[in-house]
């Protein structure tokens, strides 16, 4: 159903002094500054894990050189999700507004594709302890949160606490010696540092006590705290994220696996239906998210 005059009988009568949602300030775009951005130009994009050699045998003199096979792992697929929106309005609305409000609606169509980047961007994080975002490895569905990622050679590895923690200087501390215990699929050491440590509003002031002092927070010594003096972490604070308990530990963009891929940027088309007069407007976008390989990420949601 068009928007119509008689759904909108105080924007048809003079003597309003503003209307109030075409001065709200949006937040800066968060996702981008958390996800690696990337274009395509397929139905899908794909990630393939593969797995090396593992760590060279002795060679008594004399005997066979030992031949080990490169494995091939899990399959990770983005598929592109359309995503659109649009609103009518009639000749009579359009031409008897007089405070010009359908005509900014276009804003509003901008505003609700950017929101949606947000949101499903960051379920990725807020879904990450299920299988939901999860991904295939070696055909087992793994959520990106886990205690005990399987690993090829043998053993396991976490990105998870064994408990979940409320974000504090010991629960900080045991998430980065997760990142420094990580090693590849057959157990060879790899560098993977923390870099951004990912919060909601209501942990902005916690982590600015953790990271923001020169000494250990919350004790009467004066002990230095080395969370900042010998890791450069800083904070990004997300609106998006539903649990309002929840962190998590990143490595920098070029070292994590968040990918953003847009597939098609949002358009916007507009035009009159014959018959009715009324005014159309709608916008459409397509873009997938996720993650394929979980080294360089940690989460917890909170104790």
């Not at 501390?173 to 420094?180: R, T, V």
């Not at 358009?267 to 998210?289: L, P």
């Amino acid at each position: 159903m068009p928007t119509n005059t008689g759904q909108n009988s105080q924007l048809l009568a003079p003597g309003l002094r503003k209307v109030f949602f075409q001065h709200l300030k949006e937040r800066e775009t968060q996702f981008s500054r958390i996800f690696n951005m990337i274009t395509s130009s397929r139905a899908y994009e794909e990630d393939l894990e593969y797995i090396g050699l593992g760590t060279m045998p002795q060679k008594t003199e004399g005997s066979a050189t030992v031949y080990n096979d490169p494995v091939q792992g899990g399959k990770k697929r983005y598929t592109h999700l359309s995503f659109g929106l649009g609103f009518r309005v009639t000749v009579e609305m359009w031409e008897d507004d007089l405070y010009n409000v359908m005509a900014r609606m276009t804003r509003e169509l901008a505003k609700s594709g950017r929101n949606v980047k947000e949101v499903r961007a960051f379920n990725v994080l807020n879904n990450g302890f299920s299988t939901e975002f999860g991904f295939q490895k070696l055909g087992s569905n793994e959520a990106i949160f886990n205690t005990a990622h399987t690993l090829v050679g043998g053993g396991t590895l976490a990105n998870r606490s064994a408990t979940d923690a409320d974000l504090g200087v010991a629960s900080l501390e045991a998430a980065i010696l997760l990142f420094d215990k990580l090693t590849d699929a057959v157990g060879i050491p790899i560098v993977k540092k923390p870099a951004v440590l990912v919060v909601p509003p209501n942990l902005k002031q916690v982590a600015v006590e953790i990271l923001g002092s020169d000494f250990k927070p919350y004790t009467d010594a004066n002990t230095v705290n080395a969370l900042i003096r010998n890791d450069s972490l800083h904070t990004e604070v997300v609106n998006y994220l539903t649990n309002s308990n929840s962190w998590f530990l990143l490595s920098e963009k070029s070292e994590h696996d968040l990918n953003f891929f847009e597939r098609t940027p949002i358009r916007f088309q507009n035009g009159d239906d014959f018959d009715t007069g009324d005014a159309k407007f709608k916008a459409f976008q397509r873009f997938s998210v996720g993650l394929g390989e979980w080294r360089g990420t940690f989460g917890s949601q909170g104790g």
